[in-house]
């Protein structure tokens, strides 16, 4: 009779959890990553294209906030003499705006001057780079060529420039005038209202922050911003006005017309990091190029300038600022190359005060941890 093999025993239940549990929770996590970073892409994109759409009210406010930082001190000091705030600010509005104005009426005489007579500083440039040009024989036949091209219209007719057409600062200003006194009154009163309330709001938006530990977290957020804004701020402006005056009294040893027009325009174009320096250093070398004979005279002015400008950026600005607010070159050119592209001219003036209230926002707010990580060195 055969016998019959005994059956293997049953195996006992596993007892580890099957594959599709073990994926479940690692699925869902980063299906949860993802669709955070989806919607934190999206909220970017949000807050671009409404500042982008509303520039005509974001750039006025920022414009008069970042002011405010400036001139907060002195409405400080005025209410510890007793002055009311709401005067003491009114009194701050109008020496800003007075000192703005005597500095405007004094360089717009040289700069209607110098567009005026536009049309014969461009021959006369043409004639001194004639040298150079002949040297290029081939790259200036090619851009005759491209000229020739350029002033044929559609149908093919030569287009007739009107001679002696000359263009003038007060025409500009004439053309532009609805919005630049409509820019400009919405700057002054939000700066009065700045100075005279700014801390009423922020106690009132701080009483709507959540318990009291967030309260505090709040406070001490916007104390930290008002102190080393400002104080940047203010920091960059003496610094800005006195590489203006140095500028300036270079270039009247020198012997460069209209030396305080350029000193403006270099104080104003070193709010821009970088290209503020490389646009002072062209219209100052053009200007030269034309004021003077040769090609001696106006290298000496562009190396004044240079020397100028590089004790300031690399020796002085490092020096006086310290490392508290060291930022990263790479980043900080990108917050310029971004604020233009968004806001213009004005987006790049204040693409570094912006750059730093976020960083300073992010060094105590979890969220902007790693931005503020970055741009700082």
Partial sequence: MPTREPSAPPSPPSTDPAPELLAAPVTSAATG?????IQITLLILAVIYTLALARSFFIPLTLAFLISLVLAPLVHWLARLHVP????????????FGGLGFTLSSVLDPIDKWMESAPILLDRLE?????????VEEVSKTA??????????????????????????RDVLYSNAVGLVAGLVIVTFLLYFFLSWGRVALLRIGELVGDRVEQKRFFALTATLEVEVSKYL??????NVLLGAAVAAALYLLGMPNPMLWGVVTALL?????????MSAVLIGGAALLSFDGLGQPALVVAAFGVLTILEGQI?????????????????????AFWFWLWGVMGALMAVPILITLKLVGDQVGVLAPFAKLAGR
């Fill in 144 to 169: 005759e060529k491209v000229d020739r091209i350029a002033s044929v219209d559609d149908k093919g007719a030569a287009q007739q420039v009107a001679p002696g057409k000359s263009l003038h600062v």
């Fill in 127 to 135: 004639e001194k780079v004639l040298p150079l040009k002949e040297t």
């Fill in 234 to 239: 203010l920091t960059i402006t003496v610094i």
């Fill in 316 to 336: 002085f600005t490092p020096l006086v600022l310290g490392r508290r607010l060291a930022l990263n070159p790479l980043v900080v050119f990108l917050s310029v």
């Fill in 270 to 278: 070193n709010f821009i990091p970088y290209l503020g320096a490389i």
């Fill in 85 to 96: 705030r709401a005067l003491g600010a009114g009194v701050v509005v109008l020496a800003l």
């Fill in 33 to 37: 990553r993802a669709l955070r970073a």
